[in-house]
């Protein structure tokens, strides 16, 4: 969560109802142990006056291990963070060489991400459509869309095309199934798009989708959840209709300890502010 807006009360009760802050950051979590988490880092580049925005969505590639991330700057324009001090950016992070660099930039809100099966393209939405303003949410001249990059040497992006534009609201959440197809959230449900671009059929839902994962596992994998906005909806695909891999699970994965021995880094676990 975000830290909390100016005048906003906060205090370290142990209330377990207390809505806990945090500055915005890229933080890692064991998936088998959520005590077991730490803080990557809060600023780019080290620099104090470089405070990432709100970092919103995050892919972590399997071939490199090196994590993308967009930013764009929709806390502080609905309220809830200081004024922006970076631009609406789609970010690298290298956990080996604890190396952080901007991949792409030019765009309006990057918002989802997910890279094609080989891992060869990264697809990005823009939801500049909606600009997180009370006074004017919507702006129809900005982009509801889906761009996809090219990726060389696993490190880089190039030859940024746009994709797909979508009719009804804008393309959030963004997953990709191992033919190559895109499923992203849009304001009437999850619309799948073929890798040239080309809309092949839509899932409509209640309430519409914001984000979307497939299951995992043999009894799982042709499965799609989706989250509506008071909803949690899971939808069984045609047979064959697998979601594309995402990383690869381990029996006993490394603890923040055995990161930082690994990375040579000690872990930041910042204290919560309960409010």
């Not at 892919?59 to 806390?75: L, M, Q």
């Not at 992070?93 to 991400?113: E, M, Q, T």
């Not at 190039?158 to 959440?173: E, F, Q, S």
Request: glycine share 10%; charged share 25%.
């Amino acid at each position: 969560r975000e830290a909390p807006p100016t005048g906003t009360d906060t205090n370290d009760d142990d209330d377990d109802d207390a809505l806990a802050y945090l500055p915005a950051g890229v933080f890692s979590v064991s998936p088998r142990d959520w005590s077991d988490w730490r803080r990557e880092f809060e600023f780019a580049w080290g620099q104090a006056d470089a405070r990432f925005n709100s970092p919103n969505d995050v892919v972590v590639s399997r071939e490199t291990g090196s994590i993308w991330f967009t930013d764009p700057a929709y806390a502080y324009l609905q309220g809830y963070a200081p004024e922006a001090m970076l631009g609406d950016w789609v970010w690298r992070f290298d956990p080996h060489k604890r190396n952080l660099a901007v991949v792409a930039d030019g765009l309006s809100k990057p918002n989802g991400l997910a890279f094609s099966p080989d891992e060869s393209v990264l697809y990005v939405t823009d939801t500049g459509y909606v600009t997180g303003r009370a006074d004017t949410p919507y702006d129809r001249t900005q982009p509801r869309s889906v761009y996809a990059y090219d990726v060389l040497d696993g490190s880089r992006l190039a030859n940024r095309r746009l994709l797909y534009v979508a009719d009804r609201g804008v393309p959030d959440g963004i997953k990709v199934d191992a033919a190559g197809n895109l499923y992203t959230g849009c304001l009437d449900g999850v619309h799948v798009v073929a890798p040239d671009g080309c809309l092949l059929g839509k899932i409509l839902v209640d309430g519409g989708a914001a984000n979307l994962c497939f299951g995992r596992g043999p009894t799982f994998e042709s499965r799609l959840y989706i989250l509506s906005e008071d909803a949690v909806v899971a939808v069984d695909l045609f047979d064959g209709v697998l979601g594309a891999p995402v990383g690869v699970e381990t029996e006993n994965p490394p603890t923040a300890a055995e990161r930082d021995a690994a990375s040579g880094t000690k872990a930041q676990h910042p204290q919560l502010h309960k409010h």
